[in-house]
């Protein structure tokens, strides 16, 4: 599918790698970005084209009120869903600043409001002869590190989910793709790792990846990581295991 002149739903454009798909897309597409806060505009061409809904993804009755929103405006359907924003809590089970509140949260966020936002609009997905979903996905989400663990569970979860669906949708016209990024240089990331790839070419890699319908985008080291796993599980979780990713 050529990106352009597209209506894109979009979670998560107000920070690191939904924010440069925003400014990639959003000259040629109408989108509309769902999180807290809005994007900032001066980080934004000024022919963009986007409607911000504040929305908080943690919290269902938010979700849903975005969801109505969208539905009212765009009568006529939507083209693609990209599923990014996500929350990553950093500290293990065993660290006294454990915030066990954190588990539902990060829950909700990363695996329940995809599910909920594809199941709401999977009707307007449909009205569009071919759709995209997009979920953002995490080589953590195909081997788990130590720390973190509820977000490399909720990726593990996406992934399951989004082969399901796209076993449930085939011959509907709506294509479920995942982008599984490497260490991206984001607000997410400040601070830990090395060797990261920026967001702007993990955008690239991923608007390329849509454009050429591939099921499966793997950036940067993902491939290797996806070798490594088939060959030797063992060697995979020892690697990200010791990495800090
Ligand atoms: N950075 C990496 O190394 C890396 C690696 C693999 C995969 N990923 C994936 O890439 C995607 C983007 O991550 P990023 O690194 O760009 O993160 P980021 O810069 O921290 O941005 C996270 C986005 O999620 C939104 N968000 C968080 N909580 C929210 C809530 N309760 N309601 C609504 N929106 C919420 C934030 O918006 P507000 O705060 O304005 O609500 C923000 O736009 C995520 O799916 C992440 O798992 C990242």
């Given amino acids: 599918m050529k990106l352009g002149n597209k209506n894109i739903v979009l979670t998560g454009g107000s920070s690191g790698v939904g924010l440069d798909l925003l400014r990639t897309l959003s000259s040629t597409n109408r989108i509309i970005n769902l999180s807290r806060r809005a994007p900032p505009r001066d980080a934004l061409p000024p022919s963009a084209n986007i409607q911000h809904i504040e929305t908080d993804l943690a919290d269902e009755a938010s979700v849903r009120t975005a969801i ?5 405006e765009k009568p006529n359907g939507i083209d693609v869903l990209i599923n990014c924003a996500a929350v990553q809590c950093l500290p293990r089970f ?4 454990f915030d066990p509140a954190s588990i ?7 695996l329940t409001s995809p599910a909920q936002i594809i199941h709401a609009l999977l009707p307007s997905l449909r009205k569009s002869k071919q759709s995209v979903i997009l979920n ?5 989400g195909l ?4 720390e973190s663990a ?3 569970a909720t990726k593990a979860g996406l992934d399951n989910l989004s ?3 796209r076993a449930q949708l085939a011959g509907t016209g709506v294509h479920v793709s995942q982008a599984f990024l490497p260490l991206v240089g984001t607000p997410m990331t400040t601070g830990r790792g090395s060797g990261k790839l920026s967001s702007t070419e993990a955008a690239r890699q991923i608007i390329s990846g849509i454009e050429r319908g591939k099921a499966d985008i793997d950036i940067g080291k993902v491939p290797l990581l996806r070798l490594i796993n088939r060959i030797s599980p063992s ?3 020892r690697i990200m295991q010791k990495g800090d990713s």
């Avoid at 065993?94 to 600043?97: N, R, V």
């Avoid at 539902?104 to 990363?110: L, P, R, Y």
């Fill in 136 to 140: 953002i996905n995490s080589g953590l």
């Fill in 143 to 146: 081997v788990p590190k130590a």
């Fill in 94 to 97: 065993t660290d006294p600043d």
């Fill in 68 to 72: 109505a929103q969208i539905t009212k």
């Fill in 235 to 237: 060697i995979a979780n």
């Fill in 104 to 110: 539902a949260a990060e829950i909700a966020i990363n």
């Fill in 163 to 165: 082969r399901g669906l």
């Fill in 150 to 152: 509820i977000y490399c």
